[in-house]
C-alpha cells in the first residue's frame, strides 16, 4: 500500500482510537500504537505537536489525522474508495 511511518496515539479506553486502530487493522496497514495514557511525557509532547489534548491522533508519514477520519486517512495511506472509480 505505502511504506510511510505510521503511528497511532490512543488511550486504553477510548472507543475512538479503537475505531482507528480497526480500519488499520482492516486495511492490514502496519503502524505503531502508542497508549498516551500510560506514557505522559509522550502525551506532552504530543499536544505540544498536534496542540490537541484529545485522542486518537494518527501520524502518517508526518501527517496528522485527529479522530476518525477514514476519508482522511485513506487519502493519506494512498487507498482509493470504491466511490472514486465509479465514473459516470
Known amino acids: 500500500m505505502n511504506d510511510k511511518k505510521i503511528t497511532l496515539y490512543s488511550t486504553t479506553t477510548c472507543p ?4 482507528v486502530r480497526d480500519l488499520l487493522t482492516g486495511l492490514s496497514v502496519e503502524y505503531e500504537e ?14 505540544k505537536q498536534t496542540r490537541r489534548l484529545s485522542v486518537p ?22 487507498v482509493r474508495s470504491t466511490n472514486d472509480s465509479i465514473s459516470e
Open 34 to 47: 502508542i497508549y498516551v495514557d500510560l506514557r505522559p511525557i509522550t502525551r506532552m509532547k504530543l499536544v
Open 16 to 19: 475512538v482510537c479503537a475505531m
Open 57 to 78: 491522533q494518527l501520524n502518517v508519514g508526518g501527517e496528522w489525522v485527529s479522530g476518525f477520519d477514514p476519508i482522511r486517512t485513506l487519502e493519506l495511506l494512498g
